[in-house]
């Protein structure tokens, strides 16, 4: 299947979670302000760690370098699930009985969490419970499926062994977790997002977060229009942290992109949330719309900035669609990036061992709705009363990362890679750019990405990230130029999409000169 096929359905990539809800209108800081607490990112995670804290008489700040409960809120699929892929048997041999406990029962409890929230404010979320499954075709996988099954049951989960599962297609194997559910991520969300201001939250967006220094035991953040936020604490909920030190972060994370169809079928689904053991990783789910039953096809995850041309991965979703349903049309098609840390098990708590006051929440791989529920339950409680039940197994500096010392050395060895090969790799001094596409090119030694878009306009930006200085590669399938190294994204233009980059693109003063280079030479 072609892209062409794809774009015949829908030619431009859209999130349903975005289209079927109002875009949010709340103001950008335009003055220095001080708060007892400021959260950075307007995501699932701080907006509940707003609304948790809302309750506890502090003044609290919440600033969003766009607009609050897009980018990866907004473009997920919204499963409220503790199967988080075949993690319990692993957490149980890697961590113990105990802490493979506290990971179990914080998502057990998160899913209930969701649909008291919903009830007690009166939020049409859209939930529905569901049972959720993990399969395989495979019989490398089975084994491990029977072990998943006895693993989640002895901490507490209704977990079953299943020999088929609802859908069509057949399987060797598959476990099966009741009373999970699923929902529309904006629209639980944003009147969260309300209620909480209405408690005295201030939201900001637009303020993109990227400075943060600690004096006199106050943290200041600058921001990139020059306010500054002091803060008696701080909760670092930007996805990818955009604070390097002391923890290292962009040595502990890395970044996986994945693709969503939103589709229209002949045949009814049956119901339930599915996601298969190996790869390709293929993930099924509906949701009811006013235009009818939406299914969503999802998976072909990849690291960000690396792999084969993004518009392939869309392709492959649409076979694995024609192949399992008789297909209507495709209204939706998006994609969306997780942070992933080294043990699979996301990082929230203080940001190091030695900051109190300053704490982060991130890497919850493609698991964040529950686990943003978690984390704003877990931050809450360090923040009022200095502990949690949970802490432990969630602590970023947990004692249990010596287990991913090969991931660390793994990852780091990809950092250098991507970082020594993009410095290296030929780029090409004659290109002929047709409408709509992108390549790395070199003029006059100067090393660039160029775009032509659809009305023949050239956009030429640096291709150094300003992250930490990789290279960047075009992602077509979005039309942004992607890190390999930490997942920073930049549209065409050079403006930042996702960081951990805060500042754009740019030849600064060489701009024009290279545009001029640019045009004589080609």
């Not at 075949?86 to 409890?109: C, D, F, M, S």
């Not at 990849?302 to 349903?325: I, R, S, V, W």
């Not at 432990?392 to 020594?420: C, M, W």
């Amino acid at each position: 299947m072609s892209i062409e096929d794809l774009k015949f359905y829908n030619p431009l990539p859209e999130s349903y979670w975005m289209a079927s809800t109002e875009q949010t209108q709340y103001p950008s800081l335009d003055q220095d302000i001080k708060v007892d607490v400021v959260i950075v990112g307007g995501g699932m995670a701080g907006i509940c760690t707003a609304y948790e804290l809302s309750k506890e008489n502090l003044k609290v700040a919440l600033l969003e370098s766009g607009r609050i409960i897009e980018a990866t809120s907004g473009y997920t699929t919204a499963k409220v699930t503790s199967q988080h892929g075949l993690i319990y048997n692993k957490l149980i041999k890697q961590v113990g009985r105990e802490l493979a406990q506290q990971y179990a029962t914080a998502n057990e409890e998160a899913i209930l969490k969701i649909k008291r929230i919903a009830d007690e404010n009166g939020i049409d979320a859209d939930y529905s419970p569901q049972n959720a499954f993990i399969y395989t075709k495979e019989d490398q996988y089975i084994n491990q499926i029977e072990e998943e099954v006895e693993a989640a049951s002895c901490l507490g989960i209704k977990a079953s062994f299943m020999e088929e599962i609802p859908l069509s297609f057949g399987v060797k194997a598959a476990v099966k977790f009741e009373n999970q559910a699923q929902f529309h991520p904006r629209r639980f969300l944003l009147p969260l997002a309300k209620i909480a201001e209405k408690k005295g939250v201030k939201i900001y967006e637009h303020t993109r977060a990227i400075e943060l220094l600690e004096e006199n035991n106050k943290y200041t953040i600058t921001t990139l229009q020059g306010k500054k936020v002091t803060a008696q604490r701080v909760v670092i909920a930007s996805h990818f942290p955009f604070y390097n030190k002391p923890g290292k972060y962009y040595a502990r994370i890395f970044t996986e992109r994945s693709y969503v169809l939103g589709i229209h079928a002949k045949e009814k689904y049956p119901g339930g949330m599915y996601i298969s053991a190996g790869g390709p990783g293929r993930s099924l789910r509906a949701q009811d719309t006013d235009n009818g039953e939406l299914i969503l096809v999802v998976g072909d995850n990849h690291k960000t900035g690396q792999g084969e041309d993004t518009l392939k991965h869309f392709e492959a979703l649409l076979g694995f669609a024609k192949n399992n349903f008789t297909l209507i049309d495709v209204p939706y098609r998006w994609s969306t990036q997780d942070c992933v840390t080294l043990d699979g098990i996301p990082y929230v708590g203080h940001y190091s061992a030695d900051t109190p006051n300053l704490y982060l929440a991130t890497g919850f791989g493609k698991w964040g709705m529950t686990n943003s529920i978690v984390s704003s339950e877990i931050l809450r409680d360090l923040i009022i009363k200095g502990e949690n039940p949970w802490q432990e197994i969630y602590n970023p500096s947990r004692k249990t990362l010596v287990h991913s010392a090969k991931n660390l050395i793994l990852q780091g060895v990809d950092f250098a890679t991507e970082l020594i090969g993009g410095k290296l790799s030929k780029t090409p001094k004659e290109v002929e750019l047709e409408l709509d596409q992108a390549q790395i090119i070199e003029v006059d030694d100067k090393r660039a990405g160029a775009y032509r878009d659809k009305s023949g306009k050239l956009h030429i930006v640096n291709t150094t990230c300003t992250h930490l200085g990789c290279e960047l590669n075009w992602n077509s399938a979005e039309k942004s130029w992607d890190c390999p190294c930490h997942g920073s994204r930049f549209d065409y233009e050079g403006k930042v999409i996702e960081g951990p980059a805060t500042q754009d693109l740019s030849f600064g003063e060489d701009v024009n000169v290279f545009e001029k280079l640019f045009k004589e030479n080609f």
